[in-house]
């Protein structure tokens, strides 16, 4: 006969370990065995449990009156069940206990408090001071407090991780105790995902001439779900603002530059299957304010993507983490992004850090606590050198040395960085294979000599070779798969996507963020970004048309809304937010750059050609008259006609003339074939 359990006992048995819920069953199989026996064969059958069981008659006498003192927890040893018998209003306190403390790991401080309550219980037998789940103190064992009171026993009642988590920190801390909701790229298209995110970089840079002292640099990225290739991404440099003395950085306004980069520049599907951007909470978001107003009256980014691709781009945003825990609790924690929404690019974001791991200015894990305890002392001599930098001439501050790579030198090498990881093919992303990104190599000898192709490279050959290569198909040595690198099959899709035009710019960007420029007398614009370098960049004043190129005058009001992540070109528009154009960046020249120097005079020369062309058509008259009058004065001086009738008199004379040496060359003419003839007759 086996004994069964009762259901609300099933949960904590099945958390026993294998071998106690073993020796539990066994026990119990032999209570029941003893239970059911007749009189005159319970020592018969004592005796044969012994021998299975493998102890003594008296053991089996103390299991069976253990287990209908306690049930099944009497056939065990006590350390080795959670609640040990206690009362479950009892474990469910010391429970609350241990969620309310912060920081205790061994139990020694919720001991105290169950220990104090017990001990002012047994003092003033007060029932207010109570412990839960008893009607009367506990007694004391041995060791001075009532059995399983020790910090070791209480401390199996502690609540798992997530539990903790929550109660100590709040629900976006406790979210990473629970599953993820797996996802996959197979069935998306190319462009149809993708997110965005910021990201601090682990290395510390200088910026001379921006800050005066070495700053941790950051950027936006985004990352294309269906190649996992970063299709784009800013680098920036934090500065002190020495006005504020406060550190700028990246903000909303950069990040929304950086999306109407990547739609400009990369596009977006322009389909039925359209794209979803995947942006977070905080600085990779996007304006959304009654105050701001774009060219055509929206207020927030969402609502001005989607006007501007027809519907084909909709946003999505991870689940904020933003109420309290708990339904009650009157305060709410600070708003922040579920990090696992968009947790394909932030563990992109883990194999940058990886692959920067060996730069120059690294600040570990933590700062504080990972970081080379030499860097306290880089900064200061850092700073001491970017402040010898300003009072240093030009040609001398180019021979500085910094500990910390420059802004321009961090920019080159996380070039080649991004580079590298849009390259590898030694990944193991997901879906790869079902979305057809593995595709086999082939060559047409089982040796080293042969190179590997790829189908592509295969169809560009004659076409008896590519006969021979599917033969060659099954043939060991002739093929192996190959994973295509994430550029490989972004090149492959990049034609899908329709690049966003840039006379939407002013329908995305609010118009209080644009700035009020005037056109200087030489025909250019002056725009300030010290985010973006310490110079100002300069913008000629010269928009191309269908009909050619038009100067914009000087003194005419624009509105221009500067992009930090592309300085290369500036949106203008006119007082009332017309949209006119975009205007070319004017660079500085190297001194001895020939190639540079005649492109900016070529560039000059059709300024100039433009500038002229309008003074050229108002002055035509003018030099036409010049041209008469000297026309007309060299005549005179030379003797020759001038006046109307000299002219006509001329052109008789000039005519008579013509006619009397036409005369005279048919009389010479006639006088030369008589004498012809004269001398063909002598002969």
Not at 48 to 58: D, E, K, M, S, V
Not at 341 to 350: A, D, G, V
Not at 541 to 564: D, Q, S, V
Request: hydrophobic content about 35%; charged content about 25%.
């Amino acid at each position: 006969m086996n004994l069964a359990l009762h259901q609300e006992e099933l949960r904590e048995f099945s958390q026993l370990k294998e071998s106690t819920r073993r020796e539990v069953s066994l026990w119990l199989d032999a209570i029941g065995e003893l239970d059911a026996a007749s009189r005159g064969t319970v020592g018969r059958v004592v005796k044969a449990i012994c021998a299975r069981l493998n102890c003594t008659p008296g053991t089996v006498y103390r299991k069976m009156e253990a287990y209908h003192e306690r049930g099944w927890h009497g056939l065990v040893h006590a350390s080795k069940v959670r609640h040990f018998g206690l009362p479950s209003a009892f474990a469910q306190w010391v429970e609350s206990l241990h969620l309310r403390n912060q920081r205790d790991t061994t139990g020694a401080a919720v001991q105290r408090i169950v220990l104090d309550q017990w001990s002012l219980w047994r003092r003033t037998a007060d029932p207010a001071h109570a412990l839960p789940g008893y009607t009367t103190p506990p007694p004391a064992s041995a060791k001075g407090y009532p059995a399983g009171f020790s910090a070791k026993n209480l401390l199996r009642f502690r609540p798992d991780h997530h539990a903790l988590r929550l109660a100590r920190q709040g629900t976006k801390a406790a979210s990473s105790f629970l599953p993820s909701i797996l996802k996959t790229r197979v069935g998306l298209r190319f462009g149809q995902v993708v997110f965005f995110d910021d990201q601090d970089y682990d290395q510390k840079i200088v910026a001379p001439g921006l800050s005066q002292k070495a700053m941790r640099p950051q950027g936006f990225n985004a990352l294309e779900y269906l190649s996992g290739s970063f299709i784009d991404y800013v680098i920036r440099s934090r500065y002190l603002d020495a006005d504020s003395e406060t550190v700028k950085s990246l903000n909303q306004r950069d990040f929304v530059w950086f999306v109407i980069h990547v739609l400009s520049t990369i596009g977006y599907r322009n389909d039925d299957d359209g794209t979803v951007f995947v942006f977070e909470h905080g600085t990779a978001s996007g304006y959304s304010n009654d105050k701001l107003e774009t060219a055509n009256g929206m207020s927030k980014f969402d609502d001005a993507l989607a006007f501007a691709t027809g519907g084909k781009l909709r946003i999505e945003r991870s689940g904020l983490f933003n109420q309290p825990a708990f339904a009650g609790m009157l305060f709410r924690p600070q708003s922040s992004g579920n990090f696992r929404f968009k947790s394909p690019i932030e563990s992109m974001f883990n194999l940058v850090r990886n692959e920067s791991s060996m730069l120059l200015g690294q600040i570990g894990l933590n700062a504080r606590s990972h970081g080379p305890e030499e860097n306290y002392g880089l900064d200061i001599y850092t700073t001491q050198l970017l402040k010898a930098y300003e009072s240093l001439a030009p040609d001398r501050q180019e021979m500085l040395r910094w500990p910390f790579h420059t802004l321009s030198q961090f920019g080159a090498l996380y070039a080649g960085i991004y580079e590298t990881i849009n390259a590898r093919t030694d990944h193991a992303l997901e879906g790869w294979e079902q979305c057809g990104h593995v595709v086999p190599l082939i060559r047409l000898a089982p040796d080293d000599s042969a190179p590997w192709m790829t189908p592509q490279q295969l169809s560009k050959l004659p076409a008896r070779t590519q006969e021979m290569a599917l033969t060659l198909l099954d043939a060991p040595g002739f093929t192996k798969p190959h994973r295509l690198s994430p550029r490989q099959v972004a090149e492959q899709h990049r034609h899908e996507l329709t690049k966003l035009h840039k006379s939407a710019i002013p329908l995305l960007i609010p118009r209080q963020w644009a700035k009020e420029v005037t056109v200087k007398s030489d025909r250019t614009i002056q725009i300030q970004d010290q985010l973006a370098g310490p110079e100002p960049f300069t913008y000629l004043c010269r928009i191309k048309t269908t009909h050619g190129a038009e100067m914009l005058r000087p003194g005419l009001k624009l509105l221009a809304r500067f992009n930090p992540a592309d300085p290369s070109e500036l949106c203008i528009s006119d007082e009332n937010d017309c949209y006119i154009g975009h205007l070319p960046v004017t660079t500085r020249v190297g001194f001895m750059d020939t190639d540079s120097m005649q492109a900016r005079l070529g560039e000059r020369s059709a300024v100039k050609a433009d500038l002229e062309a309008p003074v050229r058509t108002a002055l035509a008259p003018v030099m036409n008259d010049r041209v008469s009058m000297r026309d007309h004065n060299d005549r005179l001086i030379k003797g020759l006609p001038v006046t109307e009738e000299e002219i006509a008199l001329d052109r008789i004379a000039k005519t008579e003339t013509r006619a009397a040496s036409r005369y005279q060359k048919s009389l010479d003419e006639d006088l030369q074939n008589a004498l012809s003839r004269i001398t063909i007759e002598e002969d």
